[in-house]
């Protein structure tokens, strides 16, 4: 793999310029849609996580550079695994403080 091909993968000035352009407008929108009271709460909740997951993607390919290319499929399972371990580790650790809570209550 030449040097040339490692740089591409790694993304251009312009790619870093749209994933931070996108990241500000994912967040300006639901700061505005909390802040204004606008919307119902339903609405307001809906616009946040939806705009959050949204929000997840754009980081996924546009700063970490994780394609789902058939191609860069070790790089996705990768992460897929990787994410798996920390929802694991965190629910469960959430899990046992508040099963340790109630048993001492």
């Known amino acids: 793999m ?3 091909d490692t740089a591409a993968d790694h993304g251009s ?3 870093y310029l749209k ?3 996108l990241s500000i407008l994912l967040t300006a929108i639901p700061f505005w849609a909390v802040m204004t009271g606008q919307m119902s709460k339903g609405q ?3 616009v946040v996580v939806g705009l959050a997951i949204v929000q997840i993607f754009v980081h996924l ?3 970490l550079h994780l394609s789902f290319k058939p191609n860069s499929r ?3 399972v990768a992460f897929v695994f990787s994410a798996l371990i ?3 580790v965190v629910g469960l650790s959430v899990w046992i ?3 340790s809570n109630e048993m001492m209550m």
């Open 86 to 88: 920390i929802i694991m």
């Open 97 to 99: 403080i508040i099963s």
């Open 19 to 21: 994933g931070f352009v």
């Open 74 to 76: 070790a790089n996705t």
């Open 2 to 4: 030449s040097s040339h």
């Open 13 to 15: 000035v312009s790619s």
């Open 44 to 46: 307001t909740l809906f």
């Open 61 to 63: 390919k546009y700063f």
